[in-house]
């Protein structure tokens, strides 16, 4: 193994700790403060876990796992953009697109192509463990909210029709 190599993966987990700065508009149950994406990427991969069984379609929970853990790495230069926000989201894939290109770059090429695989594999829900990650990733903020008596969606005008057309 290089240095450089070793190096490269360093200025990447380095990098990737600032997700741990990127709030979303989710609190947490309890309410006493915002959710934050890292926190967020955490509780959706034991979510899948613990819920793999219950997945329409068979799934390799490991590729969810992974899907999972990588899939807002980009918040940390795009922002995380929430969902019910119609404006926000009119850019988002630019801005995501731009944000894959530095983060994931930062890796050595074959750690970058795979993660870069991965972030497009979920946003594509084409593949089953997708389409399973992806139905994790709108049914944690809709089980918070639930706890939290639609604190987050009261707070920004959510209705119930828009909560459902999400799910």
């Given amino acids: 193994m290089s240095a450089d190599r070793l190096q490269a993966q360093l200025a990447f987990l380095l990098e990737i700790d600032r997700l741990k700065r990127i709030l979303r508009r989710t609190s947490l149950v309890g309410g ?9 990427s ?18 390799d929970a490991l590729h969810v796992l992974k899907m999972l853990l990588v899939h807002d790495i980009v ?31 930062l890796l050595p090429a074959d750690q970058r192509d795979e993660i870069r695989a991965l972030w497009e594999e979920f946003d594509a829900r084409m593949t089953p463990e997708a389409r399973f990650a992806n ?25 119930y029709a828009a909560v459902t057309r999400r799910l």
Avoid: C
């Fill in 32 to 40: 006493d403060r915002r959710e934050n994406s890292a926190e967020h």
């Fill in 75 to 105: 918040e940390i230069d795009a922002g995380d953009t929430f969902a019910y926000d119609v404006q926000a989201n009119q850019d988002k894939e630019a801005r995501e697109q731009a944000a894959a290109e530095r983060i994931f770059g």
């Fill in 135 to 159: 139905a994790m990733d709108r049914l944690m903020p809709a089980l918070q909210n639930y706890a939290n008596g639609g604190g987050t969606w009261r707070a920004n005008g959510v209705d």
């Fill in 42 to 59: 955490w509780h959706l991969a034991v979510m899948a876990m613990i819920l793999a069984e219950h997945a329409n379609e068979p799934v």
